[in-house]
């Protein structure tokens, strides 16, 4: 791995000789210039010298006509949040150095998070027994429940979601229509209703009486920019009381390219967790290179931020049964690039997922053998990613937000994490919290203060961390608490922290506190996460530094060294980036 060395700059010496009656004063030291923070693609086309950059800044209107008018600037589009402008480098320098920028970021381009391409999904995460009301629980299906969609549009004269779209929205430009293949494929996991013929009748989404606003933002061609997303989820945010938007599915992501605090999709993601919307979004399918190995640090954008649900992807085997579940090979990794986050927060059946084809789409045509039966409105196709995890979970989200209306964003990740059943294997930069638990989210949700055990294909399930709800009336509102001394959680005190006294499985205690910060378990398995983490054993243990961009890891044949730049990974003997 080559090194990369930083240029020294010499400062001159500069003084004044002057009467020898006179002191000789050294100069003051000249202050450092302004320098807003750059994505990592927009500190490449600086390096080049680009000719035409689409840049994101921030700020209302008439702070980015100041902007443009100031640098004779171009503004390409408008956004609610601020403004794409269109760029040379030399600008891109001026505008680096203007006081009123913090941080620029590019406006990249966005793909679709779909790979390669015995329907199992939903009886593996319990989510037919919600359907038949399970353990005293009512039927649950979604109903009342909207779910933003945010990808390629949805055929909406498919007959899985012909009743289910309530509103539709074009960024692109076009009728909102799925030439794609890719979002009617994840809206019909969410909320597709049963086939209408025999051999498609096994097939329904998730939360099959949730509805769907269809916000078009990827080209026929499966991709878009990041401007556009951005647009699409502060449009939710904004209509989300007239359509009751309770979640916001993402089944997309970009390379990161700068801290989440800096990432302007980051950014919208945290204004819709903070206007009470759940949103979930794909992890991303780079968790092996083409040679094979596997890619940690492989996370995408918005599934960086911590206030997204982020989804990797189960390889389910073809059986509801879960002791044979695998993580997925091509499901991203964390932690993230930069912040170092630990990512995904949970993973769910991802791999061959029979969904809507959508007819006469970019997949349907290019991939002729991923049809699995029906024909025309009635088509249906498999194809595997973390896009159709994260679709799977978002469904799983509407089925507990009809059990528990009142339930905040926060309360939603946490009852689904710590019900999760934990994936040893792959570690919480596998699969996070574990393998989603419909089931056992909506057990937990539903019935303060008793005990309850899970059944999934004749398999009893362990959760990650026993975890009950309390009623608002009982203890403060959107709290957990777990009742015996020896496993207890409150959820709540500080909006979204833990205190945990006991876990099943990983150690004796987890603080998570006020910001990101985690103080998790044994001396054999434990997190310390805030400027520093200490985790694990000798075999697989993580030393994350105070500069909070170091990591050292496990032993030499399973080792990463991140290093101080954040944007390199030694693996073994393999460098990847």
Same mark, same amino acid.
């Given at each position: 791995m080559a090194n990369v060395t930083r240029s020294q700059r010499r400062l001159p010496f500069v003084g004044a000789l002057v009467a020898a009656s006179c002191f000789l004063w050294p100069a003051a030291p000249a202050a450092a210039p302004h320098r807003a923070r750059l994505s990592a693609d927009l500190a490449d086309h600086l390096s080049a010298g680009s000719q035409t950059i689409d840049v994101i800044v921030h700020g209302d209107k008439a702070t980015v006509d100041a902007i443009a008018t100031r640098y004779n600037l171009k503004v390409k589009r408008y956004l609610q949040s601020g403004a794409v402008l269109r760029v040379n480098a030399g600008q891109l320098a001026a505008l680096q150095q203007d006081e009123a920028l913090d941080h620029l970021s590019g406006d990249i381009r966005i793909q679709s998070a779909v790979t390669e391409v015995a329907e199992v999904t939903a009886e593996s995460i319990g989510a037919d027994q919600l359907w038949a009301g399970a353990d005293g629980l009512p039927p649950l299906t979604g109903e009342g429940m909207t779910v933003a969609v945010i990808d390629s549009g949805i055929d909406t004269r498919h007959d899985a979601l012909r009743q289910r779209v309530i509103a539709t929205k074009d960024f692109t430009g076009g009728d909102g229509g799925d030439r794609f293949g890719h979002g009617t494929h994840v809206a019909s996991l969410i909320a597709g209703q049963i086939g209408t013929t025999t051999d498609t009748l096994g097939y329904r989404g998730i939360a099959s009486g949730a509805y769907l606003v269809n916000l078009r933002v990827l080209g026929d061609d499966g991709s878009g920019t990041a401007s556009d997303v951005i647009e699409a989820i502060d449009w939710a945010i904004g209509h989300r009381r007239q359509?009751?938007? /309770?979640?916001?599915?993402?089944?997309?992501?970009?390379?990161?390219?700068?801290?989440? /605090?800096?990432?302007?999709?980051?950014?919208?993601?945290?204004r819709a967790v903070h206007a009470g919307l759940v949103v979930v979004v794909a992890a991303g399918n780079y968790g092996r290179s083409a040679d094979g190995q596997t890619v940690l640090g492989s996370i995408t954008s918005p599934g960086n931020s911590p206030r997204a649900v982020t989804v990797g992807a189960i390889d389910a085997h073809e059986t509801a049964k879960r002791s044979d579940d695998t993580l997925a090979l091509y499901s991203s990794r964390g932690p993230t690039r930069y912040d170092l986050v630990l990512k995904p927060d949970m993973a769910a059946p991802g791999s061959r997922l029979v969904g809507a084809e959508a007819a006469d789409s970019y997949l349907s045509r290019t991939y002729p053998d991923r049809h699995v039966t029906g024909a025309d409105a009635n088509a249906y196709m498999q194809l595997s990613g973390t896009s159709m995890a994260a679709g799977v979970v978002s469904g799983a989200v509407a089925l507990l937000l009809e059990e528990r209306p009142t339930l905040s964003p926060a309360d939603a990740k946490a009852a689904l994490q710590l019900t999760s059943t934990y994936m040893a294997s792959v570690g919480l930069v596998g699969a996070g919290a574990g393998s989603v638990n419909a089931l056992a989210a909506a057990e937990a949700v539903a019935s303060p203060w008793s005990t309850f055990s899970t059944s999934i294909a004749g398999?009893?399930?362990?959760?990650?961390?026993?975890?009950?709800?309390?009623?608002? !009336?009982?203890?403060?509102?959107?709290?957990?608490?777990?009742?015996?001394?020896? !496993?207890?959680?409150?959820?709540?005190?500080?909006?979204?922290?833990?205190?945990?006294?006991?876990?099943?499985?990983?150690?004796?205690?987890?603080?998570?506190?006020?910001? !990101?910060?985690?103080v998790w378990g044994t001396s054999a398995d434990s997190i310390v996460w805030g400027t520093s983490i200490v985790w694990g054993t000798s075999t697989d243990s993580i030393v994350w530094g105070t500069a909070a961009d170091s990591i050292v890891w496990g032993t030499s044949s399973n080792s990463i060294v991140w290093g101080t730049g954040a944007n390199c990974i030694v693996w073994g003997t393999t460098v990847l980036q």
């Open positions: 359509y009751r938007i /309770r979640v916001i599915n993402l089944s997309l992501g970009a390379p990161v390219l700068q801290p989440y /605090r800096d990432d302007p999709l980051c950014e919208a993601v945290e398999e009893i399930q362990k959760p990650s961390g026993l975890v009950f709800l309390v009623k608002s !009336d009982q203890v403060q509102a959107n709290s957990i608490v777990r009742g015996m001394a020896i !496993d207890s959680i409150v959820w709540g005190t500080s909006h979204d922290s833990i205190v945990w006294n006991t876990s099943i499985v990983w150690g004796t205690s987890i603080v998570w506190g006020t910001s !990101d910060s985690i």
